[in-house]
């Protein structure tokens, strides 16, 4: 693969890194108990309801401070996307939680996907509620499933998630990367950039498992059961690379990436772009694994992808030094 070297100091930094910046034990456990705390103030509303943490709080992705995604999961709903009455949902919950004085909230319900946001002041924690919207739960748990299935993902993925930030590459709402985009950018790359491919397509190698028409329920079922499937578990990949020649591939590989593509997890390989604004518009196209949607239709600014494009160019240029440290491009 690209003709590297061991690495094995780069390797010993990023996995050092990675220790530093992960989301610590503590702290999951905190957003663990602050979604069963609001649970239990939605349920005096809807009884039958469930809160799913989601996001990378849940995929093993997530870096320190990072926010919490909900999910409010109804079993009597059969629609997969939210709609109107969705605003209504979120407008009680932020009622009943008016009884826990440490949390401010703010409903937004003129976006796409309406949300209640959530500030903590007393345990410091902000997130984010939406209501039963099946692929946030499904990408969670597919990132998750990816996430176990060899040990290098974990902390590969946490330090281009850390590398983006620093570079100031992320934040949709600055028509730049979101953190779930910059994920499938790894994924994606772990699929056909390396040789032999360190990840498989999960939905094309267990498309029943994987099936993206299975309700929230069933899907939320998988992610909170604490277990996962024996295909994810007992997968072993044939590529031996360290951590330093995956992390110099990846700015590599997207150095002279082909970005007119669709870049597709689900296929482990490129589509065709769709003839729509939110595809030919964006400069970079990356389809949603669940909805199949474009996840980067923030980015249609040529300013900001050529930043994100220069961002790439500067680490890839940095790490082809030998004996590169990582700090150099953090």
């Known amino acids: 693969m690209f003709g590297l070297v061991s690495r094995s100091s780069l390797t010993f930094e990023i996995k050092e890194k990675f220790e530093t910046v ?15 705390s609001i649970e239990r103030s939605i349920k005096e509303s809807y009884p039958s309801s469930r809160l799913i943490l989601a996001g990378s709080s849940v995929t093993g992705f997530a870096t320190e401070g990072c926010d919490v995604d909900l999910t409010l999961i109804r079993p009597n709903r059969t629609s ?75 902390p590969l993925v ?19 990367l979101s953190g779930f985009a910059v994920v499938l950018l790894v994924i994606y790359y772990l699929q056909i950039g390396c040789t032999p491919p360190v990840l498989p397509s999960l939905q094309a190698i267990n498309p029943s498992h994987f099936n993206t028409s299975s309700s929230a329920v069933v899907t939320a079922d998988k992610l909170t059961s604490g277990s996962l499937p024996l295909f994810v ?37 490129p589509r065709s772009v769709p003839y729509d604004r939110k595809w030919t518009r964006p400069y970079i196209r990356i389809e949603d694994p669940c909805d199949l949607k474009n996840v980067t239709r923030a980015v249609y600014k040529s300013y900001q992808f050529d930043s994100i494009r220069q961002a790439i160019r500067r680490a890839k240029g940095k790490l082809e030094y030998d004996g590169c440290r990582l700090s150099e491009i953090l």
């Open 22 to 36: 992960k989301e610590s034990e503590h702290t999951a456990r905190k957003k663990k108990l602050w979604c069963e």
């Open 80 to 154: 997969l996307y939210a709609s109107t009455c969705d605003v209504e949902v979120l407008r009680k919950i932020r009622d009943g939680l008016r009884s826990i004085r440490s949390i401010n909230t703010e409903l937004i319900d003129g976006a796409v996907v309406p949300i209640l946001k959530l500030t903590d002041r007393i345990e410091r924690l902000e997130g984010d509620i939406s209501v039963d919207i099946h692929n946030s739960i499904f990408n969670t748990y597919l990132q998750k499933c990816y996430a176990n299935m060899d040990p290098r993902v974990i």
């Open 158 to 176: 946490v330090n281009v998630k850390h590398w983006a930030k620093m570079a100031g590459i992320t934040g949709a709402r600055d028509h730049m």
């Open 233 to 269: 578990t007992t997968y072993r990949s044939n590529n031996n690379e360290t951590l330093g020649n995956l992390l110099v591939g990846f700015f590599k590989f997207y150095c002279d990436f082909n970005w007119h593509q669709v870049l597709s997890v689900r296929l482990a390989g």
